[in-house]
C-alpha cells in the first residue's frame, strides 16, 4: 500500500515538473515571437532613428554580421533571411552617420 503510494507521489511529481519545462519552453517561444513582432512593428512604422535623429535607412543591401549572408530583401538589416543562419536577428543596425543603433527584435532576455 505505502509502495503503491509512494509511486504515484513520484508520478505526481514527474508529471509536475514535465508541466513545468512545457510551460518555460512556451514561454520561451513566446518572447521569442514577441520580439520578433516588435522588430517587424519598427520596420513597419518606417525605420529606426538613430542618436542623432537620423531615420536609418534599412533599404539596400546588408551583410549578416553573424553568417555573412548579404541581401536586399526587406528587413535584411533586422533578420537574417538565411534559413541556417545561427543568430539570425541582428543586434545593431549601423546608420548612414557611423553610429550604432540598437534593433528592437535583438532586446536580451535575461
Ligand atoms: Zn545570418
Ligand atoms: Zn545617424
Request: proline letters at 7%; a negative charge.
Given at each position: 500500500?505505502?509502495?503503491a ?26 518572447q ?5 513582432a ?6 513597419g512604422?518606417?525605420a529606426?532613428?538613430c ?11 546588408h551583410?549578416c ?16 533571411p538565411?534559413?541556417y ?12 552617420c557611423g ?12
Amino acid at each position: 500500500m505505502i509502495a503503491a503510494l509512494r509511486f504515484a507521489f513520484a508520478a505526481l511529481v514527474a508529471v509536475g515538473e514535465g508541466l513545468l519545462w512545457a510551460l518555460l519552453a512556451l514561454r520561451i517561444l513566446g518572447q521569442g515571437t514577441r520580439h520578433l513582432a516588435d522588430g517587424r512593428k519598427a520596420l513597419g512604422a518606417g525605420a529606426l532613428t538613430c542618436p542623432a535623429g537620423h531615420e536609418v535607412d534599412l533599404a539596400g543591401f546588408h551583410e549578416c554580421s553573424a553568417c555573412g549572408f548579404v541581401s536586399d530583401e526587406p528587413g535584411a538589416a533586422l533578420f537574417c533571411p538565411n534559413p541556417y543562419c545561427e543568430a539570425p536577428v541582428a543586434p545593431y543596425v549601423t546608420c548612414e552617420c557611423g553610429r550604432s543603433v540598437v534593433n528592437p527584435a535583438a532586446r536580451v532576455v535575461p
